[in-house]
């Protein structure tokens, strides 16, 4: 149904950098988003580490990454 033909030139190694250098960006934007709505609903006094979901996309991320770089 979908033609990828154009695809076909594509090295796997430059595509595997693509996708890189894509989650990359996500990572810079997740990071550029401000703390307070991130912890948006958790009152001030009740903010932990573990509530940061910045932090969390940012592991979750790193983790594709990872199996990205190694596959």
């Given at each position: 149904?979908?033609?990828?033909?154009?695809?076909?030139?594509?090295?796997?190694?430059?595509?595997?950098?693509?996708?890189?250098?894509f989650?990359?960006?996500?990572?810079?934007?997740?990071?550029?988003?401000?703390?307070?709505?991130?912890?948006?609903?958790?009152?001030?006094?009740?903010?932990?580490?573990?509530?940061?979901?910045?932090l969390?996309?940012?592991?979750?991320?790193?983790?594709?990454?990872?199996?990205?770089?190694?596959?």
């Amino acid at each position: 149904m979908l033609n990828f033909d154009w695809l076909s030139g594509v090295s796997a190694e430059t595509a595997k950098w693509i996708f890189l250098i894509f989650f990359g960006l996500i990572g810079v934007l997740v990071v550029l988003i401000p703390n307070d709505y991130v912890f948006e609903g958790v009152p001030q006094g009740d903010r932990r580490w573990w509530n940061n979901l910045k932090l969390w996309a940012i592991g979750v991320l790193l983790i594709l990454s990872f199996i990205y770089y190694i596959f």
